[in-house]
């Protein structure tokens, strides 16, 4: 049987992972964290271009059968028939995606950056006895100045996320995508996600927003940030007082692009609307 493929994309600590667990209840869909399809696709797709020799060789159809193969080898053993692959890279490879699956939609989750900088600052101190792989070495991790400043990096975790999610969201492929609020997810979920199913096209279906069940302690060990996709188990917005400096919180808290839709075709859950156009 056939899969149609979806994707989640967006900013990183803004709830994607959350957003997986929830919709991963559902016996029709998968979805989890980021997979390994992101690196294969870009490698693949970087072989086949012009520093490879015999890149003439090889055809349009056939780029498109072998980098769309990807996806079916990989999931060929998946039960369910909708397949939600995560990864921050498909916002930078929309007019690629798109060529590959013309109905894909992309739900991509945002959040406040400031709030950003302040979740990983969080998991950085909880897990300050073991250095962070998102850090190369002491002059990127000395201070929370020198972290937040290298996460912003164009190329780096939150910086390559945001700038890829900004040209998806102006561009003309936006008609694809749906922007997901983290404090509207995580503060009113039966209504988000009646909208999410809207969007894909897809029947609704009852989720149980108190029993979750979604965690990779395995990949956190790994870069060395315990609890990066722990999902507790009720969703609830959880309000805090931020860790970060004023000044470090200000300068960051200020980049929502994506509260002013005029100039995008993107749909945008708001606080306002009751359907994709209209108020939660």
Not at 63 to 86: P, S, W
Not at 162 to 185: C, H, M, N, T, V
Not at 213 to 234: C, M, N, S, T
Request: charged content about 20%; some cysteine.
């Amino acid at each position: 049987m056939s899969k149609s493929y979806h994707f989640i994309s967006g900013l990183p600590r803004s709830g994607s992972t959350l957003l997986a667990a929830i919709l991963r209840q559902n016996p029709r869909l998968h979805a989890a964290m980021t997979s390994p399809v992101g690196s294969l696709f870009t490698s693949l797709h970087t072989t086949m271009g012009q520093q490879n020799e015999f890149s003439e060789f090889i055809e349009e159809k056939q780029r498109e059968r072998v980098l769309r193969g990807i996806f079916d080898l990989y999931y060929q053993d998946f039960a369910q028939e909708v397949i939600l692959d995560t990864n921050r890279l498909w916002c930078a490879r929309l007019p690629l995606l798109l060529r590959l699956f013309p109905d894909a939609k992309i739900l991509c989750t945002v959040r406040n950056v400031a709030w950003i900088m302040d979740s990983i600052e969080r998991l950085v101190r909880k897990n300050s006895l073991q250095p962070s792989r998102l850090f190369n070495g002491p002059a990127e991790s000395d201070t929370v100045y020198h972290r937040v400043e290298a996460l912003a990096g164009r190329d780096r975790f939150v910086g390559f996320s945001y700038y890829a999610l900004k040209e998806a969201f102006y561009s003309p492929e936006a008609r694809q995508l749906l922007i997901i609020d983290y404090d509207l997810l995580a503060q009113s979920p039966a209504k988000v996600l009646p909208l999410v199913y809207d969007f894909l096209g897809e029947s609704a279906y009852t989720h149980d927003f108190e029993n979750l069940d979604y965690q990779e302690p395995g990949f956190d060990a790994r870069v060395g940030l315990h609890g990066l996709h722990e999902i507790k188990r009720k969703v609830a917005l959880r309000p805090r007082a931020t860790v970060l400096p004023p000044d470090l919180f200000q300068q960051y808290s200020q980049l929502d692009f994506w509260k002013n839709s005029a100039s995008s075709t993107a749909s945008v859950i708001t606080a306002t609307a009751t359907s994709l156009n209209a108020p939660l």
